[in-house]
C-alpha cells in the first residue's frame, strides 16, 4: 500500500487500535497485498469512544457487549441487571473496560481482514 494511505489509515483510525499495535498495523499496510487493500479499508471498524458512550447509558444491558460480538456476555449481563440487579457491579467494571475491549475487537478485525 501507498505510503500516503498507510499514513491516512493511522491518522484516521489510530485511535480505533491499541497504541501498542500501531507500528504492527503500519508495517501490514505498508506490506499488504493490493488484493486485501479494499477490504481492510473497508471494513467497519467501531468507535471505542462511541462504544464508552453506549456503555454508560444502556451498558448495564448488555448492548455495548453485544455490539463488540461478545454475545455470552453481552446476555450475561442483561440477565444478571433483569434478574438481581447485580448487572450494575458489571456495568460498572465495564465502564473502564469497555474501550480497551472495543480497540481489542478492532484489532482482531483489522488482522482478519489483512489476512493474517
Given amino acids: 500500500m501507498e505510503a500516503e494511505k498507510v499514513n491516512l489509515f ?3 483510525k489510530g485511535d480505533y487500535f491499541p497504541s501498542e499495535s500501531l507500528p504492527m498495523i503500519r508495517e501490514r499496510l505498508e506490506h499488504l497485498d493490493p488484493a486485501c487493500e479494499m477490504s481492510v479499508m473497508a471494513t467497519g471498524y467501531l468507535n471505542p ?3 464508552l458512550a453506549v456503555s454508560f447509558f444502556v451498558g448495564a444491558f448488555g448492548v455495548d457487549r453485544f455490539l463488540i460480538g461478545q454475545t455470552g456476555m453481552g446476555v450475561g449481563k442483561l440477565l444478571l441487571t433483569m ?3 447485580a448487572g ?3 456495568w460498572l467494571v465495564d ?5 480497551s475491549a472495543t480497540k481489542k475487537r478492532n484489532l482482531e478485525k483489522f488482522m482478519l481482514a489483512a489476512g493474517a
Avoid: T
Avoid at 465502564?95 to 474501550?99: G, P, R
Fill in 10 to 12: 493511522i491518522s484516521s
Fill in 49 to 51: 469512544l462511541i462504544n
Fill in 83 to 85: 434478574c438481581c440487579g
Fill in 88 to 90: 450494575s457491579v458489571w
Fill in 95 to 99: 465502564l473502564f473496560l469497555i474501550m
